[in-house]
């Protein structure tokens, strides 16, 4: 079994991040700490630091890095994340993880940074390309997992497929451009200490599932 650690999933819209951290939590029993999950859990819940992002959050103004850090230091203080788990969305910049510096030293798990790289052609197709279904909610790509009838749900003939308003082709190109331009500092903080491992996320999900495993066990993860 191999030594606790935090490990932080770095992915583009599109690179399979989300795909690869539930697979970790099902196959091995790493819990996926989102901090989409924690804002959604803050607009109910009824504690001091909830009502302060509440109110952030009802202004219209971002949440300041220091509040996000403090929802995440204690969403990691539950029992399930006594063991390794896997940060989705935190940190998304270098100031962000120098936060999370402070946070593993605390708990005495070091850092895993693992980019799942995909070519921004992929990512494109994969984000236009992506459409459900409204019955039954699963997923197509006209591009790489087409329906049997274009345009509609192989199990509800019925229901015509939907596009999500932000898979457009320009609103994906903006998302994408976006996602380079902040993330290059948070790659090169992590390169810079020699902890990133980099892997190709253009392959099949069990092929990228069997490398990630291979890397949380046997990562140089010093801090």
Known sequence: MFMSKIIVLIGAP????????????????IPQISTGDMFREMKKADTPLAKEVQKIMSSGK???DA?????????TSRDDCHGTFTLDGFPRTAVQAEMLETLSKELGKPVVAI?????V????????????CPVCGEIYNIYFKAPKRKGFCD??????????????????????????????PLLAYY????????????????????ELESLIGTANATV
Do not use: C, F, W
């Not at 980019?115 to 070519?119: C, E, F, M, Q, R």
């Not at 052609?121 to 459900?132: C, F, H, V």
């Open 191 to 210: 390169r810079k200490s020699g902890r990133l491992e980099t892997v190709n996320g253009d392959r099949d999900a069990e092929a990228i599932y069997k």
């Open 14 to 29: 599109g690179a399979g991040k989300g795909t690869q951290a539930r697979l970790l939590e099902s196959r091995l029993g």
């Open 155 to 184: 199990d509800h003939p019925e229901a015509e497929l939907e596009q999500r308003s932000d898979d457009t082709e320009e609103k994906v190109k903006v998302r994408l451009e976006t996602y380079e331009e902040n993330t290059k």
């Open 67 to 75: 509040v996000t850090y403090e929802m995440v230091k204690a969403r």
């Open 115 to 119: 980019n799942i790289d995909v070519p």
């Open 121 to 132: 052609e992929i990512l494109e197709r994969r984000l236009t390309g992506r459409r459900s």
């Open 62 to 64: 971002l949440v300041p």
